[in-house]
């Protein structure tokens, strides 16, 4: 069983900046890829920055250019650095890490972006 806590999430004014972190611990014997997802009310869930292998990354094209996605390996640990943050990245940030065979995801972080 693996178990992830996230941190980082809060309220910010358009234009600011946010770092999300994601900490996997327990029976963790390989990750094949980390990432973080964000849902709206109503809407689906949709993956927002994903890191494969520890280095292949990806990204929404709503975010490619302002946020980063990086892990520290060492750490089991993901982070998601948000910069020129917009107020239609209002979310649920979830932290979602998949391992041979299982996924796992977080319990959810609250992201505000208001004046």
């Known amino acids: 069983q693996v178990q992830l806590a996230e941190s980082g999430g809060g309220l910010v004014q358009p234009g600011g900046s946010l770092r999300l972190s994601c900490a996997a611990s327990?029976?963790?014997?390989?990750?094949?890829?980390m990432g973080w997802y964000r849902q709206t009310p109503g809407k689906e869930r949709e993956l927002v920055a994903a890191i494969i292998s520890g280095q292949l990354t990806h990204y929404a094209d709503s975010v490619s250019g302002r946020f980063t996605i990086s892990r520290d390996n060492a750490k089991n640990t993901v982070y998601l650095q948000m910069n020129s943050l917009k107020p239609e990245d209002t979310a649920v940030y979830y932290c979602?890490?998949?391992?041979?065979?299982?996924?796992?995801w977080g319990q959810g972080t609250q992201v505000t972006v208001s004046s």
């Open positions: 979602n890490v998949e391992t041979p065979g299982s996924g796992y």
């Open positions: 327990g029976s963790i014997s390989s990750i094949n890829a």
